[in-house]
């Protein structure tokens, strides 16, 4: 291996780590999330949210405060009428996937594409949003000369995160959970000691409440009040975005996944529920107003800390405002775990390039997470980190896939009345969460429209086109591809048939010699157009080489790989299909033998593997086929494989030829009949005499 080369693997080390082991059965548990860590990565993103959304419901209310209790009662009762909904979700769903699964099977596969498309947008968001807060939290505490390096931070921030999910889903929430203990240890004293020390006061708490609601009754009427309370509850809608992240990220928890699941959803609502309630009563209690150039929570803690000795107020109200700063940067990690998560489950159905199903060495989305933080990017350059921009964009996603999942389950639990017991509690649950998760979806689309929440329906407009586009491409080809085993399998059949019948009892194998001429064809699967590769090879070098070796590389994929026990029957698979390639080619009178790999990357198994074969046969040549779709090279080297390619350049650069066979789908009746042609004079069994 060159210098460089070895430089930049152990640099790659350094930042990475080292490629996981994935035949190592301790591996999964060891990149698993435990219930306690599942909270800390998958909850900062509603908690942070105590940072605005009660503040956001605070200031639409316009002066009428003492609404805010009612407001705060209701958003506790939409609260755990959602995660309520998303557990039966976990349960019918204990694979994971969440909005866009849900929506996929019981409503349809176009639903759920729409689903997943705004679920994606909105995870983007989550992490634009998320570090473009926090990054004005912590500049709200230097002098404004400082400003104009904020966005600089942001991107620095975003680079971060992006290289901590690169090493690992445990690695990077490990790294944050010392910031989320401190954020939730600070906020339950605070709002603790602020309700403790009103105590005293209730009754005359519970009668100025009274008073005040009278007051603005007789000021707004009944149907005023209503109104203004349904819109402060509305745009308070931030406050939900991330209850569904437990479901969509069971792929990433500990077994027994939907238990450990179910605990951190629990997790969950009770601390976002205890968060924005408490912050609620405290808001009112201290009678907190705005000030400019402060968040609220800034002037609660100023409020709640007057009396204190100078230097401690001063210490907790750092160390307070700073978690809350830290918080909305850890936040931006449930846009990281979730998002590529939905973009697998969409590439498996077709919608997304099939590329974001693949794992790095370390067992990551890594294209998933590249994408993600190369969109939050653009998205963090265009605005500016404008957080009075990103808000208006936000929220209103996340509740079109809300919506879209209790759709879909109420429907699941209408038509499985008669095998579910208790079908109508539980369609009420969805029923509920549905009519509250449509009324906000409406409400906010209705009010921010206008303000910019258009620009986020068109993205993801474009987002549905594009899927929409790729989805018609791949069907296409799987049509083709269909097509063309249906003319392969009989044919191919027919000659091995042939085979069989006209075996000799004793073929002359030619004699073992590793310096005689070896090829190394690469497979994928037996079938037909493995078979067509094989046949097409020996009927085109004609007896050249008396060596094969059938070479298979098992790709491990988000969806491939859940556990230990799908690696070894991935390797069984594999085997078994080398062997009937290795049956048939000693009924050719080849000397035969097959090698395996499992691994993340093709590419990378395939160097690995070659020393081994290059130093057992050194006369060897390496060959694969590639299957030739129309269209713009640039688009369809996007939408597949071109492996065979990358394949070759390392190769060539190892001093090894590589022979690509091009196999064209809308070709392949011609190049059969060049098969059928070949005599196999220098083939031991003229296979192709009676076709």
């Known amino acids: ?143 404004e000369s400082y400003h104009a390096f904020k966005l600089s931070f942001a991107i620095m921030g975003l680079f971060l995160l992006v290289i901590l999910n690169l090493r690992g889903v445990r690695e990077s929430v490990m790294t944050l959970t010392p910031i989320f203990i401190i954020f939730v240890a600070t906020h339950i004293f605070l709002i603790v000691y602020v309700i403790f020390n009103h105590l005293p006061q209730t009754a005359h708490v519970v009668q100025s409440t009274s008073n005040e609601f009278n007051n603005s009754v007789s000021q707004l009427g009944i149907l005023g009040t209503i109104a203004l309370i349904f819109r402060a509850y509305s745009l308070g809608a931030g406050t939900y975005t991330g209850i569904e992240a437990v479901s969509n990220g069971i792929p990433n928890l500990r077994e027994p996944k939907v238990k450990t699941a179910l605990k951190t959803m629990r997790y969950l609502s009770i601390s976002l529920a205890i968060a924005v309630l408490g912050l609620m009563i405290s808001y009112y209690l201290l009678d907190v107003k705005f000030i400019t150039g402060k968040t609220l929570n800034a002037v609660l803690v100023d409020k709640a800390t007057f009396n204190w000795n100078p230097f401690i107020a001063k210490i907790f109200t750092f160390t307070i405002l700073i978690s809350e700063a830290a918080i909305l940067f850890v936040a931006a990690q449930t846009g990281f775990l979730d998002g590529p998560r939905i973009m697998s489950n969409m590439a498996d159905d077709n919608w997304l390039p099939r590329r974001f199903m693949s794992l790095s060495d370390r067992l990551v989305s890594q294209n998933g997470i590249l994408i993600m933080g190369f969109a939050a990017l653009i998205i963090l350059i265009i605005s500016k980190g404008n957080v009075s921009i990103l808000v208006i964009l936000y929220s209103i996603n996340v509740f079109i896939t809300f919506s879209l999942s209790q759709l879909g389950m109420v429907r699941h639990w209408y038509y499985a009345r008669k095998n579910e017991k208790k079908w109508f509690r539980k369609l009420l649950i969805n029923g509920v969460g549905l009519i509250l998760t449509l009324f906000i979806l409406f409400t906010v689309t209705i009010i921010k429209f206008s303000e910019g929440g258009w620009l986020t329906l068109l993205i993801t407009g474009i987002v549905v086109t594009f899927a929409i586009i790729i989805k018609i491409h791949y069907n296409n080809i799987a049509r083709k591809i269909i097509n063309t085993q249906r003319k392969l399998n009989p044919k191919m059949n027919e000659i091995i048939s042939i085979l069989k019948v006209n075996k000799s009892k004793d073929i002359d194998y030619p004699a073992y010699d590793k310096n005689n001429p070896t090829a190394v064809i690469l497979v994928n699967g037996y079938s037909g157009i493995g078979l067509y590769s094989f046949f097409y090879f020996i009927s085109s070098f004609h007896g050249i080489y008396k060596n094969i070796i059938f070479l298979q590389i098992g790709l491990v994929n988000t969806h491939s790989s859940k556990s230990i026990d799908d690696v070894e029957k991935m390797n069984e698979t594999i085997l078994g299909d080398l062997n009937k390639y290795v049956y048939l080619a000693k009924l050719l009178g080849f000397n035969a033998e097959h090698r395996s790999a499992i691994g993340t990357n093709i590419v990378e198994e395939i160097e690995k593997i070659t020393p081994s074969i290059l130093l057992q046969y050194p006369n060897t040549i390496f060959i694969g086929g590639q299957l030739i779709f129309k269209g713009i090279y640039r688009l369809t080297k996007i939408l597949h494989n071109y492996t065979i390619f990358e394949i070759q350049r390392k190769l060539y650069q190892m001093g090894v030829t590589t022979i690509v066979i091009p196999v064209s789908l809308d070709e392949i009746d011609p190049l059969l009949n060049k098969i059928k042609a070949s005599d196999g004079d220098n083939i031991k069994i003229k296979y192709f005499e009676q076709t």
């Open 1 to 143: 291996m060159s210098q460089s080369n070895f430089s930049l693997s152990h640099l790659k080390k350094i930042i990475f780590g080292k490629a996981r082991d994935i035949t190592d059965a301790s591996t999964f548990s060891k990149i698993s999330l435990v219930a306690f860590f599942a909270w800390v990565g998958l909850g900062a993103d509603p908690l942070s949210s105590s940072c605005y959304g009660p503040e956001e419901i605070y200031r639409n209310l316009s002066g009428h405060t003492n609404l805010s209790l009612i407001v705060g009662l209701i958003t506790i009762i939409t609260i755990f009428v959602i995660s309520t909904s998303y557990i039966q979700i976990i349960k019918l769903f204990p694979n994971g996937g969440g909005g866009y699964l849900v929506a996929s099977r019981l409503i349809s596969p176009t639903v759920g594409m729409i689903s997943g498309s705004a679920l994606l947008i909105d995870y983007i968001l989550t992490i634009t949003l998320s570090i473009s807060s926090g990054a004005d939290a912590i500049f709200s505490f230097l002098p």
